[in-house]
């Protein structure tokens, strides 16, 4: 029972560190606040700002619920460890494993606590330098995540995709939906991977270097998180081109944005109707000034500047080599494996786990 007692103890120091680490009592404190404001009579007068609120308690109290949860049970552990009841003991060994589990959990998901982090993601992959070779590493890299999504039961749906003039992709566009804390798992994957492999699209075989660069969005779908000046965007719309039924071709149904402080444009064309590609081009074009706010640590985003498109292909994140050894080595952890077809048929677990654990508590 003694060493119990030790074990109960010790749980209840770690949770109570991590609850002052983690500011539990103001997090407590602030949705006090929100349902004061939210019981009072002439709350639903201002209804998007009410909304706004009930959202914004209803997440807090989400947040709070699993962490007070487990500091009255380990509380209540404690407790009954005192009172040295030796039939008590294999219960309450249980219960300390499984206040354990739970605790370590939850501290992984404090990982996840960026102000995004629990959106669904915006991926874009674009083939680089290599011709051929690159358009169909980024049509492997395509394949890969999607792998990855359906292994964990995720939505994936295609926005937009560029055929390669031989083989492969010259790029595509697509949402994954469906999980838990999606863009903080896959934020890390933002960046240039580069391979190295013997070319199928020569004669000779020879070993060719190829690149492309994975873009990672969190999905901005609510204009209210991001205060967009309409006057600061520039709507161009034209006949789309490729497949997709005469309907597609026969009308202007194609959109262009121009966000004209940055610079960056997104032309979407893959739904008839030019609402929906409106739409899903100003979803898009947020996440990317979002992504770019964030990156460039700006408060608003009258200060952020537009990409840096001349380092687009520099300083590879990951190597993939299949020849003349096999290996996938992430750059910024230091995570290797020598099975790299069991990365590309998209066990990513892994490598995202590596890279999370650089991640300091918030």
Same mark, same amino acid.
């Given at each position: ?114 102000? %995004? ?8 992959? %674009? ?122 071709? $026969? ?28 739409? $899903? ?38 190597? %993939? ?33 590596? %890279? ?7």
């Amino acid at each position: 029972m003694e060493q119990l007692k030790t074990t109960a103890t010790a749980l209840k120091a770690e949770v109570d560190q991590t609850l002052s680490d983690l500011g539990l009592e103001g997090l407590e404190q602030k949705h006090s606040e929100l349902l004061a404001q939210i019981t009072k009579p002439d709350f639903w007068k201002d209804n998007p700002n009410a909304q706004s609120l009930a959202q914004e308690e209803g997440a807090l109290a989400q947040k709070i619920k699993p962490w007070r949860d487990l500091k009255d049970a380990v509380d209540e552990l404690v407790e009954l460890a005192n009172l040295d009841d030796d039939s008590m003991s294999d219960d309450l060994q249980k219960q300390a494993d499984k206040i354990k589990k739970q605790l370590d959990g939850l501290k992984k998901d404090l990982r996840f606590a960026g102000p %995004y982090d629990d959106h669904d993601v915006i991926l874009s992959i %674009y083939a680089g330098a290599g011709g051929t070779d690159a358009q169909d590493w980024a049509e492997m890299l395509l394949r890969m995540y999607v792998r990855w999504a359906e292994k964990h039961n995720l939505k994936v749906k295609t926005i937009d995709q560029s055929a390669g003039e031989e083989a492969g992709i010259k790029s595509a566009t697509i949402e994954i939906t469906g999980g838990d804390y999606l863009y903080g798992k896959l934020a890390g994957e933002h960046g240039v991977h580069r391979l190295v492999r013997l070319s199928p699209f020569n004669s000779g075989a020879s070993r060719e270097t190829s690149f492309a660069k994975v873009e990672i969005l969190p999905s901005i779908d609510k204009p209210e998180e991001l205060g967009l000046d309409d006057s600061d965007v520039k709507i161009d719309v034209f006949r789309a081109g490729g497949h997709g039924g005469q309907s597609v071709n $026969t009308t202007d149904s194609a959109v262009r944005l121009t966000h004209i402080p940055t610079g960056i444009t997104v032309a979407i064309q893959n739904e008839r109707s030019q609402l929906q590609n409106k739409e $899903t081009a100003l979803t898009i074009l947020r996440s990317k000034l979002v992504a770019l706010q964030q990156e460039q640590h700006a408060e608003n985003l009258s200060q952020i500047k537009g990409p840096n498109q001349s380092a687009e292909w520099g300083n590879q994140i990951r190597s %993939y080599v299949l020849h003349p050894y096999k290996q996938v080595k992430d750059l910024r952890s230091g995570f290797e494996t020598s099975d790299p077809q069991k990365v590309l048929d998209g066990d990513l677990d892994p490598l995202l786990e590596s %890279y999370q654990q650089n991640r300091p508590l918030s």
